[in-house]
């Protein structure tokens, strides 16, 4: 549990720094997925669609592991607030995702803003988000050292 928290305390670091952790392929995936929409091109390439898998099963497996090191964080969290504060920021986080990944890509001002909401390193969302995520996996790696 040491490692997991450590791991992702330095994951939402570097996201804080850095913004989007795979932006320049979230770029690429949104104008393929323009020109597909406008019927510039037929087929995505399949080099793209790899690179997608791969990031794709990576989330998956990053998302499974969050979930382990908060289902034990449960268990030694001696205050028990911050991680159920944590979880709740979670759902909060997967429903905004939601939700804004809706886009009109009909007309040429939903496509504009599409492109430009990709080609954000940063956002407003992310930032409240990452603030949080080191906060709880700073306090959580403090748990574990038993400075809490």
Do not use: C
Not at 60 to 77: F, R
Not at 79 to 103: D, H, R
Not at 105 to 124: C, H, M, N, P, V
Not at 131 to 148: E, H, P, Q
């Amino acid at each position: 549990m040491l490692f997991l928290s450590l791991l992702f305390l330095l994951f939402s670091i570097y996201g804080l720094i850095n913004g989007r952790l795979f932006h320049k392929f979230q770029l690429e995936n949104a104008k393929y997925t323009v020109k597909h929409k406008k019927g510039e091109i037929k087929d995505i390439p399949s080099e793209h669609i790899v690179k997608g898998l791969f990031f794709f099963g990576y989330a998956v497996v990053m998302l499974i592991l969050q979930i382990i090191l908060v289902i034990n964080a449960i268990k030694i969290d001696p205050l028990l607030y911050p991680t159920l504060a944590f979880i709740v920021v979670m759902f909060i986080n997967f429903i905004v995702a939601q939700k804004s990944s809706k886009a009109d890509l009909d007309t040429e001002i939903g496509i504009a803003q599409y492109l430009s909401k990709a080609a954000r390193k940063r956002s407003f969302k992310g930032l409240v988000f990452g603030i949080l995520n080191v906060a709880y996996f700073t306090y959580l790696f403090a748990v574990l050292l038993g400075l809490v």
